[in-house]
């Protein structure tokens, strides 16, 4: 089992920038691709961003391509989402996910693959 525990969110305004982090506890051991999702009101959780076990490589939606950026500290065994140039349409709960895998340098944005789930945290960017 892991335990992913989001931080990070708050009000933000337009134009501004946050930081998300996901701690992952438990059996950290194991081969993770870990990736972010985000949920917005009266709409399906889609995908944000995921990175391989070996951090080399990376995957964004399109929506937050050039904006957003995520990166790993295995040593602590975290997972962070750099979010700038927030837009409205950005407001969402994000929520990290973790996706046991054999390969280190494989990355997903299928969220059906992940196996565990953090609670989410809270992103609200006024205009």
């Known amino acids: 089992q892991v335990q992913l525990v989001e931080s990070g969110g708050r009000l933000v305004q337009a134009g501004g920038s946050l930081r998300l982090s996901c701690a992952a506890s438990g059996r950290t051991f194991s081969r993770y691709v870990m990736g972010w999702f985000r949920q917005a009101p009266g709409k399906e959780r889609e995908f944000v961003a995921a990175?391989?076990?070996?951090?080399?490589?990376?995957s964004y939606a399109d929506s937050v391509k050039g904006r957003f950026t995520i990166s790993r500290d295995k040593a602590r065994d975290t997972v962070d989402l750099q979010l700038n140039s927030l837009k409205p349409e950005d407001t969402a709960v994000y929520y990290c996910?973790?996706?046991?895998?054999?390969?280190?340098?494989?990355?997903?944005?299928?969220?059906?693959?992940?196996?565990?789930w953090g609670q989410g945290t809270q992103v609200t960017v006024s205009s």
């Open positions: 996910a973790a996706d046991l895998v054999l390969s280190i340098d494989y990355v997903t944005r299928n969220q059906d693959e992940y196996d565990y």
């Open positions: 990175i391989s076990w070996s951090g080399d490589y990376t």
